[in-house]
Structure formats: structure tokens, C-alpha cells
């Protein structure tokens, strides 16, 4: 089946540390993205990825990093200079300047 | 910001019932899509009307678009109790692409059996 595979999916950390969201998609897609979504609150943007080897900031880069060597692949880290990260986190991706997303199944964040 | 906002932000109806939530924002769109979630998951891809359209249909889903008020609304017609979920839109600016959509907080729809 084609999608967007996220894992874990419940993630735990403890202050001090960084952690690492996995996010690989088989669509064959270039463009790929990563939101936070808090309770009752829409989707942020965190980063996002429309070619291999290349990202750009969102709108709430801070404390977060990417890296993108592979099409299929999209990893996020939740550094430890991100003082808040318990959070809902989504990954998507679309074919290159397209339109429509397309979601993985979130992972939920917290903090120890 | 041009972010959508959703009204209501809760609604609760019985199955067979309609829903309808409406979406406004501010600022000029190329096009303007709704998503659905069901707790604890992703989004899911529902319809995308563009700025020059004024209606669109899906299945029992039914999107309209005014312009000129800068506000759109999905209809759900006959709902079914698997309708149950957050129903988001997201604005496409005129300029850029899918890094520029900007989603509301949501409606929360409730179909009760």
C-alpha cells in the first residue's frame, strides 16, 4: 500500500535529551512536511522539504532539525532547546508544488 | 494572517441529520481544501474548491466557496455516526505552494447514533 508511514507512535523524553521522529513515505513524492498540532488548535508548520538535500524553516523552526537525504525519508529531532515539545506531530507530503497533502498517522510527544 | 477559522467550533447532531461547518479568513486564496481527523490520527485529503469555482461536490460532501465574503462551508448531507471527527480547512495563498497552506483549528463533529 502507498502512504506515509510515522513511527513511533507514542514518544517519551526526558529533559535534556533529543529525540527523533521517523517519517518515510512510498508516493513517490517529492515535496515533504512537518506539523504540530496542539489540543483544539490547528496545524503549525515546522518544516519543510521539496528536494532531496534541500529544507527550508516553517513558521516554528525553533528547537526543532531536519534532514532530508533521501526522497523517501524525513526524519525530525526535537532538540532539547525546544522547552515545550509535548505535542501532536504530523508528517505529509505532495507531489512537487502540488496541492492536496497527504498524512501520515501522527506521533504523540511527551515530556517525562 | 489569513488563517481559516471554523465555525462552529463543536456540533453535535444525530445520525441522518446534516452538518454544516463554515470556514472564513482574510486574505485572497488560490484555493481553499477541507481535511478530516479522527482522534489521535492524521488528516485525510476531503475536497479542494478552487477561487474561481463556487460549488463543488463529493459524495455526500458538498463545498461552497463566496469570494467576495471570503468564507466557505462544507455541507455533510445524511451524516452517519463514522462521520465523527475534526473537520479542518486550509487556505492555498495566491502565492507559493503547499508550504503556505494554513489551517484553522477545526470544527469538532459529533453524529450521534
Known amino acids: 500500500d502507498g502512504g506515509i508511514t510515522q513511527s513511533p507512535k507514542y514518544l517519551f523524553r526526558k529533559e535534556g535529551q533529543n529525540v527523533t521522529l521517523s517519517c518515510e513515505q512510498n508516493l513517490n513524492h517529492d515535496a515533504m512536511y512537518w506539523y504540530r498540532q496542539d489540543p483544539g488548535q490547528g496545524l503549525r508548520l515546522i518544516y519543510y522539504?521539496?528536494?532531496?538535500?534541500?529544507?527550508q524553516k516553517g513558521d516554528i523552526a525553533e528547537g526543532y532539525s531536519v534532514s532530508r537525504e533521501k526522497k523517501e525519508s524525513f526524519p525530525l529531532t526535537v532538540t532539547s532547546a525546544q522547552k515545550n515539545p509535548t505535542a501532536f506531530y504530523l508528517c505529509a507530503s505532495s507531489m512537487n508544488r502540488g496541492e492536496k497533502l497527504f498524512f501520515g498517522s501522527g506521533t504523540q510527544l511527551s515530556v517525562l | 494572517s489569513q488563517q481559516g477559522e471554523e465555525d462552529p467550533q463543536a456540533l453535535s447532531i444525530q445520525e441522518g441529520e446534516n452538518a454544516t461547518m463554515n470556514c472564513s479568513y482574510k486574505t485572497s486564496i488560490n484555493n481553499l481544501q477541507w481535511y478530516r481527523q479522527n482522534s489521535g490520527r492524521g488528516l485525510v485529503h476531503l475536497i479542494l474548491i478552487r477561487s474561481n469555482e463556487r460549488e463543488k461536490h463529493s459524495g455526500r460532501l458538498r463545498v461552497t466557496l463566496d469570494t467576495s465574503k471570503k468564507s466557505s462551508s462544507l455541507l455533510i448531507t445524511a451524516s452517519r455516526a463514522a462521520d465523527t471527527a475534526s473537520y479542518f480547512c486550509a487556505t492555498g495563498p495566491r502565492q507559493g505552494g503547499s508550504e503556505k497552506l494554513v489551517f484553522g483549528k477545526g470544527t469538532k463533529l459529533t453524529v450521534n447514533p
Open positions: 522539504s521539496q528536494i532531496v538535500n534541500d529544507f
